[in-house]
């Protein structure tokens, strides 16, 4: 679950944490916690490297040449005491200054892997991917929903369903619109829309949903989701004009949307 805006806000709690600390050791216990790697290949990548100096590409955290994940459930937190043991802990980081950094994943969709990952588009948060003009160059001509394109990393990294949804409802557009057929100004105005949300959604520590599985670095939850207008409101009246939120499959993934609102 957790999108760009959410991996932001962890690589910002690592920066205030733990700005020059190195981590020691590092000690996989899953095979499920990391990817496309040889087995030992991440602890030696990691060991030396400084969390607090992590940057962020998307939905990926990045340490040297290594990258992480969060997946749908993933978890990294920071701890005073080595963890007990427990069935979802992907990897344990151990730290010079005697804490731990660990990665924890119940459904094990995340993980670490070798950084770059190819094929990733452009940063949707401060890398050109929210460009008016970048944007529509992806969508011109394409036939696909623009629900399902904004979706698609390849296009631009970082954005998923809570984002996308919700920049749609603040732009006025139905997401199962062909991408090609938005107009200029309603691709300016989902540009916008989607920067506007997700540099709010920073500032209010990211969205913690009702499963609780994204949290920040000490545990604690986010706020935005008491700002969320469609996600996870289907069946209530749209805080615009009071239509029932509905909820379809739009390239493979729910969508929510305000029937009237939304064109």
């Known amino acids: 679950m957790p999108e760009a805006p959410e991996v932001e806000v962890l690589r910002r709690d690592l920066a205030r944490a733990l700005d020059r600390v190195r981590i020691v050791a590092a000690k996989v216990l899953s095979k499920k916690g990391v990817r496309d790697v040889l087995e030992g290949w991440m602890e030696r990548a990691l060991e030396g490297s400084m969390p607090g100096r992590a940057g962020r590409v998307g939905k990926y955290l990045v340490l040297g040449e290594v990258a992480l994940h969060l997946g749908m459930s993933g978890q990294l937190l920071l701890r005073k005491e080595e963890p ?11 730290l010079e200054d005697g804490r731990f950094l660990i990665f924890r994943d119940p459904r094990g969709f995340g993980g670490f892997r070798r950084w770059p990952v190819p094929t990733l588009g452009p940063d949707a948060l401060g ?44 732009a006025g557009i139905h997401p199962s619109r062909p991408a090609g057929a938005l107009t200029r100004e309603e691709v300016a105005a989902l540009s916008a829309s989607l920067l506007a949300t997700m540099t709010r959604a920073v500032e209010a520590g990211g969205c913690t949903l009702p499963d609780g599985s994204y949290v920040r670095l000490d545990g604690l939850p986010g706020a935005f989701q008491a700002e969320l207008a469609v996600y996870g409101r289907e069946g209530l009246p749209c805080v615009r004009c009071g239509s029932r939120v509905e909820v379809a499959r739009v390239g493979g993934r729910r969508s929510r949307f305000c029937p009237t609102c939304q064109l």
Do not use: T, W
């Open 84 to 94: 007990c043991p427990d069935p979802h802990l992907r990897a344990v980081l151990y």
């Open 127 to 170: 890398g050109g991917g929210l460009e008016p003009a970048y944007l529509a160059s992806v969508l011109v001509g394409r036939r696909a929903p623009v629900k399902a394109l904004l979706l698609d990393q390849r296009m631009v990294a970082g954005v998923g369903n809570i984002y996308s949804d919700e920049a749609l409802f603040r």
